[in-house]
């Protein structure tokens, strides 16, 4: 029998950048700037300038789901995404049951928009929620309390068909057993999804900067494994199951959106930054827009589209990704999709002895149809793929 995931219509997802926010986390990397001015008119025309020429240019295929990410999205106005979603559904045919996904911020401020985004269009929400512990919160750079966090999750569950909220996890000085409470707390306010994510420092963040000075320090390995340990043992419990490294779900509420990314399909991305990978004539593109905002709007204005990258991908660039992708879910990687995909042959694509001896110490599962990480795989994702790329 197909499972529900295996089940989903084969189509395009849309991401839509909103790369404003109230103030900059320190562990954040994302294409994202504190502006206290938003130029809500002049942003609203230029990203719906953006969709209507990126969706005339690709197939009609239907349009499995739309995600609004940042950036801090809740920032817009809900008029705003309002016109995106209606001019998205005009041009492209519209999947059964499309996901529309909103990410937002647990503010007061924010919290009195949900319903204007959910009568726009939205039907899924996303809050980052990131601590249910208020000195957590204050590390990490979080503009809300835990009271309005649990009001926000509260009101959204009552507002939106679905919910989801991040947590993170492995901060420093935290405990296996903090972590075990903070997480069955959390468990017991969500319906059926979680994002979690271990913190680990990007360059380029305030996190960084504190760490290269040995101002903070994070779990070693071995309490990290543990922490994870935890996670996929309580989630199990309350019968969320781990269906990608970092999320969590009951059967059939998994992130459609996401899996797009992960299953390597096509997905058209607008607003600063974006990336997509889109299929044009047999031949897949990965696209992307220019990163500023002021630039994109700028480009916007003077061209109708911000597009600073069109780059078609060859087999190998193909492999890689979708290696990179695919190993992060628990189901795997097809055998038959990959080589559809990727215009290669698996055995050509990859280091077989490699993946043999993987196979033998028990960090991959492979049957000739279908490669998957072990869980103690997924702990070592980035060497495993260093070594499957060799």
């Known amino acids: 029998m197909k499972t529900n995931i295996e089940n989903q219509q084969r189509g395009i997802g849309l991401y839509i950048h909103w790369p404003f926010c109230l103030a900059k986390c320190p562990y954040c990397d994302f294409n994202s700037y504190v502006s206290q001015q938003i130029p809500q008119e002049s942003y609203a025309k230029a990203l719906v300038q953006e969709l209507t020429i990126a969706l005339t240019e690709i197939p009609k295929v239907p349009l499995t789901s739309i995600f609004f990410g940042g950036g801090t999205p809740s920032l817009m106005l809900p008029s705003t995404a309002e016109k995106l979603i209606d001019t998205a559904t005009s041009l492209l045919p519209v999947a059964e049951n499309i996901e529309i996904t909103l990410e937002a911020n647990p503010t007061s401020v924010e919290n009195q928009k949900l319903k204007d985004f959910y009568r726009a269009g939205a039907n899924r929400a996303s809050l980052g929620i990131q601590s249910l512990n208020p000195t957590a919160l204050k590390a990490l750079g979080r503009e809300h309390s835990v009271s309005q966090a649990i009001e926000a999750l509260t009101l959204a569950k009552q507002i939106f068909d679905r919910v989801s909220f991040d947590l993170i996890y492995a901060r420093e000085g935290q405990t296996a057993k903090e972590w075990e409470s903070e997480l069955q707390e959390a468990l017991?306010?969500?319906?059926?999804?979680?994002?979690?994510?271990?913190?680990?420092?990007?360059?380029?963040?305030?996190?960084?900067?504190?760490?290269?000075?040995?101002?903070?320090?994070?779990?070693?390995?071995?309490?990290s494994t543990e922490l994870l340990t935890i996670t996929e043992n309580i989630t199990n419990q309350y019968g969320l199951q781990a269906y990608e490294v970092s999320n969590y779900a009951k059967p059939g509420a998994e992130s459609r959106h996401n899996l797009t990314y992960w299953r390597y399909q096509d997905y058209i991305g607008i607003g600063p930054g974006a990336h997509g990978r889109v299929t044009l004539d047999q031949t897949l593109y990965a696209t992307e827009r220019h990163k500023n905002p002021m630039k994109w709007l700028e480009t916007v204005q003077s061209q109708g589209h911000a597009l600073s990258v069109k780059e078609a991908l060859t087999s190998i660039d193909k492999a890689q990704e979708m290696l990179l992708m695919g190993l992060r879910l628990t189901e795997g990687i097809q055998t038959r999709v990959f080589e559809e995909r990727c215009g290669i042959n698996f055995s050509e694509a990859i280091n077989m002895p490699m993946l043999m001896a993987l196979v033998e110490e028990d960090f991959l599962s492979w049957n000739q149809h279908c490669l998957k990480t072990t869980p103690q795989g997924r702990l070592r994702l980035n060497a495993i793929l260093e070594a499957l790329l060799k």
């Open 188 to 223: 017991s306010l969500t319906n059926d999804h979680l994002s979690l994510y271990q913190l680990t420092i990007e360059p380029g963040t305030i996190f960084a900067k504190q760490y290269q000075q040995g101002k903070i320090t994070l779990p070693n390995d071995q309490l």
